[in-house]
């Protein structure tokens, strides 16, 4: 548990951190300011001149001109508090606008850079929820919280000033239901503060339980799940919802309260007067200010509790925003040395990988690849293939050896330049919504129309592109489900391709694709491995029958390696594995 003191520094610091984003704002944030301590001071002109005005001119019957004047003047201050109340609510909101796009573009820049292991552990919805729900929550931190609250405290002094200038004992009894107002306040704030960080967490909830399952929904449909994930989601639904009514039961009470407190107020006011009017000199004009005091000075409290609450859920979406932004698992990207080509080889030396801490799934691994030439990697599920490219790719980092490229250790390359000179095709393809033009090219202005078609020529895929209904430009659905699973692999190949890597990596991806399609793509694997660095990994070992070299995983490690020739030629694991795949391509023939 933290002290006072530690949660005070907490928010101090809090403070500063959401206020630092208003620097750019430098004139929006000091207009705003501005324009509040006007209306903070104009607020009390309006009940003064009516009571000058009642006092002079209506009961006191002087000049009918200077009522007309003192009428002329409320309305245009009126008109002016009107003014500077539309000026104060768009500059308040343009500036919370402005600081709400900006931090929303340093947490998406900064959720790109993330390692793949923080992903692994944080549900997409929970980073949803932040980068827009809690984002959004903090402009009204601008809209309804520092600005207007320093702005009602002002007013409020104000008001208890000209209160007891005017009659200390009329302004002690508009006051006299203070105390009561600042205990329901108290409570209020304490409840609706506990609702509100309830509701936040529901929402959060509620955002990653629907992306989940709608990402999910033909798994959920297969297995006839509709109703029992129905139940889940109706369950999480109806915690948000006892949360949003209990925050409204607070609501519903306090707003009350305080309306009985200053009518309560006003009564006392009304019963003073009637019994001891005459001894203090107390006229209607007298009257008419406390009673537009007490309602002007019970509202800016009533406003002040829900404008601290909001205040105060601001912070608590600031601090979760702020948590991923402090997020320190980004990929480092220290290095200086460009990567282009693999001029001699790489090289894995005594690597040791974990996913989760001391469960290795590499375990002192070595072997060299040399440029130019075609590997594979085949092994049973969870033997370490495709972690062998997550590395390699820097999609994670190794835990103990080496991985070199030309003897250059890959963290000492620049990440981009790497990575741009690495195509990877993965088995778990992703399209987006978009043409296939835009998929193939990820809108990258670099890469030309007519690249692309020259590419696709070149891997004798453009056929297959122009039987879809637009060609290039027929538009995919999100994920691509509009296409078949071997329709979206022939994509994925191009888009490796036509950003012309100097590494090519296939993982798996002709593990699930019909016959037709799985001969297409080893027509594009040869062209695209011709000549490249390239490196393999396959189910079907039809897949890697050209390769000149292969490397069998086992458990972690490397249990065999050489040419199909060689490993076929003696009593090795991969013989057994490519027998038995031979056997089942007979039998799905004879059947």
């Known amino acids: 548990m933290l002290s006072k003191e530690q949660n005070k520094s907490l928010n101090l610091d809090l403070i500063k951190r959401i206020l630092s984003y208003t620097k750019p704002y430098g004139m929006l944030f000091y207009g705003s300011v501005i324009v509040t301590l006007l209306l903070s001071g104009l607020a009390i002109v ?38 500077l109340q539309v000026i104060n609510i768009r500059v308040t909101n343009l500036l919370g606008q402005n600081i709400v796009r900006d931090l929303r573009n340093q947490v998406y820049k ?50 208890v000033i000209a209160m007891f200038a005017k009659n200390w004992v009329l ?18 704030k304490r409840g609706v503060k506990k609702s ?14 629907t992306q989940e399952h709608i990402t999910g929904m033909r798994l959920v449909q297969l297995f006839n799940r509709e ?15 006892i949360a949003n009514i209990r925050s409204i039961l607070y609501y519903s009470i306090f707003f009350p309260v305080v309306e009985i407190l200053s009518s309560f107020s006003i009564a006392l006011i009304i ?26 000075l019970f509202r800016p409290i009533r406003m002040l509790a829900d404008r601290l609450n909001t205040l105060q859920m601001g912070f608590v979406s600031a601090e979760r925003v702020f948590k991923v932004v402090d997020t320190h698992e980004v990929i480092s990207d ?67 050896g080496q991985i070199l490229i030309d003897g250059v250790e890959i963290r000492d390359y620049e990440l981009e330049s790497l990575r741009k000179n690495t195509g990877v095709v993965l088995q778990d393809v992703y399209l987006f919504n978009d043409t296939i033009l835009n998929n193939i090219t990820l809108s990258n202005p670099e890469i030309k129309f007519e690249d692309v078609v ?36 022939l994509i994925v190949f191009i888009r490796a391709f036509v950003y012309q890597p100097a590494i090519f990596i296939l993982d798996e991806a002709t593990a699930t694709i019909d016959t037709q399609t799985e001969l297409l793509i080893q027509k594009a694997v040869h062209k695209i491995s011709k000549g490249r660095t390239s490196i393999i990994i396959a189910h079907r070992l039809s897949t890697i029958s050209h390769v000149d070299k292969i490397l069998v995983f086992d458990k972690g490690q490397i249990s065999e390696e050489g040419s199909i020739e060689e490993l076929l030629s003696k009593d090795s694991r991969f013989k057994k594995l490519y027998e038995i795949q031979n056997k089942k391509s007979e039998e799905q023939l004879n059947n």
Request: aromatic share 12%; with cysteine.
């Open 334 to 400: 220290r290095g200086v040395i460009k990567f282009s080509n693999v001029q001699n080889s790489i090289e894995f030396k005594n690597v040791w990988f974990a996913y989760r801490k001391d469960h290795f799934v590499l375990k002192d691994v070595s072997f060299e690849i040399k440029a130019g030439t075609t590997v594979g990697l085949v092994g049973s599920t969870g033997a370490g293939k495709s972690t062998i490219i997550n590395l390699l790719s820097r999609f994670y980092e190794y835990n103990k």
């Open 227 to 241: 109703e029992q994930e129905f139940e889940k989601f109706r369950e999480i639904n109806k915690l948000h919802r």
């Open 196 to 209: 509100f960080t309830q509701v936040r967490n529901a929402v959060a909830s509620l955002n990653t339980f």
């Open 454 to 489: 020259q590419a696709t020529k070149q891997i004798e895929l453009y056929d297959f592109i122009m039987s879809l209904p637009g060609g290039f430009h027929y538009q995919v659905a999100e994920r691509g489900q509009s296409l078949s699973a071997g329709q979206r692999q």
């Open 46 to 83: 309006r009940p003064l001149l009516i009571s000058t005005a009642l006092n002079n001119y209506v009961i006191g019957r002087n000049s009918l001109s200077d009522l007309n004047t003192v009428c002329l003047l409320i309305l245009g201050f009126l008109i002016l508090e009107a003014l």
């Open 171 to 188: 302004a002690l009894l508009a006051m006299s239901t203070i105390p009561l107002l600042f205990v329901a306040t108290a409570l209020f």
């Open 271 to 296: 019963w003073f007067v009637g019994v001891k009017g005459n001894s203090y000199q107390v006229n209607l004009g007298d009257i008419t200010f406390f009673v537009m005091m007490v309602n002007m």
């Open 110 to 159: 900064h959720i790109l850079n993330l390692k793949n292991s923080y992903f692994d552990n944080t549900p997409v919805g929970i980073l949803v929820t932040r980068a827009i729900s809690d984002i959004e929550s903090l402009s009204d931190v601008f809209a309804q919280g520092f600005i207007v609250i320093a702005g009602d405290m002002i007013m409020l002094l104000v008001f």
